[in-house]
């Protein structure tokens, strides 16, 4: 109640928050709402990524994937910089670059996305 923090119940298995900074009348609890598109699309190329290495049974450490948002442009840019340890071969590597280009995040920002919100009063109980 008149704070710019939610709290967003995803699938009635997990709870997540966003707020907004201080500067921007928020308490900077937790993300702001922008933030969290990156951190997807960071999290689903690391998972695509450390999911196929263990289905091919290769060691590959840790995985470390650097996403910039640009929203303030249009239209919005995000770039991905997925670094992966020293030591694989040419060939885990290709693969792996095609594996991250498989991430649902992805393909759903370059897919581009059609907006509908609708605003109503609650209805009482």
């Known amino acids: 109640a008149g704070s710019l ?9 997990h709870t997540i928050h966003t707020d907004e900074p ?13 933030e969290i598109l990156p951190a997807a699309l ?6 695509m990524v450390t999911l196929y290495a263990r289905r091919k049974g290769w060691d590959i450490g840790e995985v470390r994937v650097d996403v910039t948002y640009d ?8 770039e991905a910089d997925v670094a992966l340890p020293a030591g ?3 060939e885990q590597v290709t693969r792996l670059e ?3 280009r498989t991430c649902p995040v992805g393909k759903a920002f370059e897919a581009g996305f059609t ?10 109980a």
């Open 88 to 90: 694989l071969t040419e």
């Open 115 to 124: 907006l509908e919100e609708r605003v109503h009063t609650a209805q009482a």
């Open 5 to 13: 923090r939610a709290e967003i119940d995803v699938n009635g298995r």
């Open 42 to 47: 960071a999290s689903c190329i690391s998972t």
């Open 98 to 100: 095609r594996v991250a």
């Open 71 to 78: 929203y303030e442009s249009t239209p919005r840019r995000l």
């Open 22 to 34: 201080e500067d921007l009348g928020g308490e900077d609890t937790a993300p702001a709402p922008h």
